[in-house]
């Protein structure tokens, strides 16, 4: 399958490549591809325009040039088959967002170029790159918004046109729906939120997955500090941060973040008071965030994410004790092992800082039901997570300890030895213990450990 392009993280203009992210391009009012000067570029110059209106959506498109629609037409009003499916998409996607709580997109009336009504906006365009935006403009209270959406889906790596309008216009309008609490948002949660929209939506579509990768290739990474230029995927990818919340939460806790986002208060922290009342935290969701997403591909057991064994999987490190590493921010690191004997595992590390989740392993696969946060007693073979759990983006070490399970805190017992194996990714036995007297089995996490999979994925052209 051709590779995707990025949605809305960099637009490829005609006369130059323009930084525009859907959550932040705002102005007070702006041009539209039907004014003389357009947006940004995106003009129908001289072209024929026309426009499609439901009850709350206008789509308008060009007969002829440059941003010229798939004119044919099964319909008696010869509306374009594409142009009414996407004025369709559209109407659909605000009517369930209405459904789940959200606030309405307001009127853009208070705009001279507002396509002609207090209706949102939809403009069908030929991307240079990319194939969606969506543009908020703000007269001093919430803010209302349009969209720039491909004109053909042509090219983008989409099994059909019908696929890449289901896709964008469901994506694009739930940046016009988080326009109306907040815009300039995080992009890890106003591209996360967006894709966790699309996938609830129209559960069918296949893009939620097909970005995950990345996000999962980059578990030491700080949630909420993405790798810079064109990110897409990993933006994309963060999705399973909302999805998390929302299955183990429930699905209004995210429209309950964005209420308080609209307060004044940053998402994250908004998150942890969401969490609070739901008798949680931030500190305490993060490692079993990060369990969960261990937890997929060849490991989804019982709980977690419900497609987890479609997801890519992280990359899991040997399991021993004194095994240690440094997070900073919303980061994780993960272990696999088998402990022959009961053992109590805990962690060395400033506790306001970073937590752990140990996950039994049965047959090889997770029992995310049976997760226990750490210090913990457990036996067997198992996962263990370490994740930092605040933003701060200082070091913040931990060191794992394998303990008397008896409770009173002494070591496990252990005798001289070596190391036999190579690196995280092979079979390797715990340097300093033997297989008995509290020892150390561990797995081969070579051929059994999850590794992040290759995926095609939309990028720039």
């Known amino acids: 399958m051709k590779p995707f392009a990025p949605r809305i993280l960099l637009l490829a203009l005609p006369f130059g490549a323009v930084l525009l992210s859907a959550s932040s391009a705002r102005a007070a009012c702006t041009g539209r591809p039907t004014d003389a000067n357009g947006y940004q570029g995106y003009t129908y110059g001289d072209a024929e325009t026309k426009s499609f209106a439901m009850a709350k959506v206008r789509v308008h498109w060009a007969t002829s040039g440059t941003h010229m629609a ?11 088959d594409s142009v009414a499916e996407a004025a369709e998409i559209a109407e659909h996607a605000l009517e369930k967002y209405a459904e789940m709580g959200y606030r309405a997109v307001p009127s853009d009336a208070a705009c001279s170029s507002n396509g002609g009504d207090e209706k949102l906006d939809i403009y069908l365009v030929k991307f240079n790159g990319g194939d969606g935006a969506c543009i908020a403009e703000c007269n001093g209270g919430a803010c209302s918004s349009f969209a720039l959406i491909d004109s053909t889906f042509r090219n983008h790596g989409y099994a059909s046109p019908s696929e890449g309008f289901r896709t964008v216009v469901t994506h ?31 559960p069918d579509l296949r893009d939620f997955e097909r970005n995950l990768p990345k996000f999962f290739d980059e578990p030491t990474r700080s949630l909420d500090a993405p790798p810079t230029g064109v990110t897409a995927g990993y933006l994309y990818g963060s999705a399973v941060w909302p999805l998390f919340l929302a299955t183990s939460h429930g699905p209004e806790t995210i429209r309950e973040i964005f209420e308080l986002e609209a307060e004044g208060q940053k998402v994250l922290e908004a ?50 004790d004194g095994a240690s ?78 303990r008397d399970p008896a409770g009173d805190g002494a070591p496990a017992e252990s005798s001289s030895g070596g190391s036999r194996g190579g690196g995280g990714d092979g079979c390797q036995a715990a340097p300093g213990r033997a297989p008995s007297g509290g020892g150390l089995l561990l797995a081969c996490v070579g051929a059994a450990g999850v590794l992040a999979a290759g995926s095609s994925r939309r990028k720039r052209a």
């Open 172 to 202: 694009e309008l739930f940046h016009a729906i988080q326009n109306v609490y907040k815009t300039n948002d995080d992009p890890f949660w106003a591209e996360g939120t967006a894709q966790w929209a699309m996938k609830t939506l129209h």
């Open 70 to 80: 798939t004119l044919a037409s099964t319909r008696d009003d010869g509306v374009p």
């Open 325 to 402: 590493n440094i997070t900073s921010g919303l980061a994780y690191f993960a272990y696999r092992g088998t402990l022959d004997t009961p053992q109590q595992i805990a962690l060395e590390t400033d506790d306001s800082r970073n937590g752990g989740v140990v996950v039994p392993l049965e047959g090889g696969k997770a029992r995310i039901d049976r997760a226990k946060k750490l210090p913990a007693d457990a036996e067997g073979e198992v996962l263990v997570v370490v994740a930092g759990t605040t933003t701060k983006k200082t070091d913040a070490p931990f060191t794992i300890r394998f």
């Open 271 to 320: 998150t942890d008071d969401v969490l609070t009342k739901k008798g949680s935290s931030l500190a305490e969701a993060f490692p079993m965030f990060a369990a969960w997403n261990v937890a997929t591909a060849k490991l989804a057991g019982t709980g977690g994410y419900p497609d987890g064994a479609t997801y890519p999987g992280i990359k899991t490190t040997a399991l021993e």
